[in-house]
Each structure stands twice: as C-alpha cells, then as structure tokens.
C-alpha cells in the first residue's frame, strides 16, 4: 500500500530531477546565450544572419517540439544514442538518465536563444557616448566592457531575464514527454493510480521554488540600484 511518506519521497526525487534541470539550464545557457548575442550583433555578416536564423527558428518553435527532435531525430537520422552514466554513484546515475541529457541540452539551446536577445537588447540600450568616453580615456575595448557596460547591462536585464527564470521553472515539466523522472512525471504516475492530491502537492513545490527564486533575482536587482539607468 501506497503511503504519505513514500509518495512524499518519490515526489522529492522528481523535484530533484527539476533542480538539476532549472541550475545546468541556467549554468549553461546564460554564457551560451551572450557568445550568442555577440554572434548575433557581428560585423561579418554571414555568421550574423546565420545566427539570427538560428535565434529565430529556436524562440518560434515550441519547447516540446525541440525536446522530441534532439532526442528521437539523431538516433533515426544518425543511429545515435545519448550516453548512459556508470560513474558508480548510483544516485547520480539515475537522475543523469539519457533522457534527462538529451532534455537538457534542448532546454540549454532554447534558452540561450531568448537570454541572447535579452543581451543583446541590454548591449545596444548603452549609447555610444560611454564608449566613445572610455576610449578617450585611453580604456580598450575589453577594459569599456567589463568596467563600463557589462554591469549597467546586467542591471537593464534582470528584469527581462526575470520572467525567462520563472519561466523556466515551469517549463521543467516539458521534461515530461520523453519520461524524465521529474516533479510532474512523478505526480501524472500517482494521477494515474487514482491520486489526486499529490497534483496539488507538486503546484506547492513549483510555488515555493518561484517564490524563492523571485526574492532571489529582487534581492540582485536592489543590489545594482546604484546604476541609475
């Protein structure tokens, strides 16, 4: 028989697996998304418009449409199959499933595509007279990007970058469709054995992880309100 604390433990291993899901999404995809960025607003006009393309077809397609075609289409396409973890950790092992790769490596590029707007609209906001100031001043380019722009970007996006957070968040879920053991995979399971509530428990979950986060990015925001901007 089913009980409270083992349909609170399952549920807690799938919140394990969004965990792990939202933190590398964003480890990864925010670097991503600024080399991105950069590609998008280059002088060399082919790797501009090949990247915009790119940026494009990945923000008008949706998520779970992506997660299918970087986990079915290489292996019909290539016979390729993502590899399977034998670290010898076992808990390790089984949050790293194949699965769990090859939604994080969607998740990764799809989000890159939407940060790399939102650093790319934060760039070009900064008029040309700071750096134009900064080389005056005998700065070089790297020294008026790190010292001058970058930290007033950072403040002009948070709030857009944001909602992307959030957002993710939820999107964990999509995880889902090819089986990865997350929140809502671990929730539809006991849905299907005539529980109810533990849908209603796992909305508790994502709740509280969004509260958290939403103080967390508040918090960052206070502390660059010294750019008046």
């Known amino acids: 028989m089913t009980t409270f604390g083992s349909i609170t433990l399952n549920l807690l291993n799938g919140f394990t697996s969004s965990l792990v899901l939202f933190f590398l999404t964003l480890l990864f995809a925010l670097p991503l998304g600024l080399m991105m960025a950069f590609c998008s607003m280059s002088k060399f006009k082919p790797l501009s418009i090949l990247m915009k393309i790119i940026v494009w077809v990945l923000r008008g397609t ?8 970087i986990f079915y289409v290489p292996g019909i396409l290539f ?48 008029s040309k007279g700071q750096y ?71 909305g508790v979950f994502y709740l509280v992880f969004n509260g958290v986060v939403t103080v967390g990015l508040g918090y960052l925001e206070k502390k660059l309100d010294y750019f008046k901007v």
């Not at 089984?94 to 790769?101: M, N």
């Not at 909602?163 to 999107?171: A, C, G, P, W």
């Open 132 to 202: 134009e100031a900064g080389h005056v001043l005998g700065m070089t380019k790297r020294d008026i990007f790190f010292k001058v722009i970058l930290l007033q970007v950072i403040k002009r996006i948070i709030p857009p970058m944001s909602n992307e957070v959030i957002t993710l968040v939820k999107d964990t879920s999509l995880a889902n469709v090819i089986a990865v053991t997350e929140l809502m995979y671990e929730a539809h399971l006991l849905l299907t054995k005539g529980l109810i509530w533990p849908i209603f428990y796992a």
């Open 62 to 69: 949706p998520l779970m449409l992506q997660i299918f075609v």
């Open 79 to 126: 016979g390729f199959t993502w590899p399977i973890m034998h670290t010898g950790w076992e808990w390790f092992d089984t949050v790293f499933s194949t699965r769990l790769i090859a939604a994080l490596v969607a998740f990764i590029i799809n989000y890159a595509a939407y940060f790399s707007e939102i650093y790319r609209g934060g760039i070009q906001s900064i």
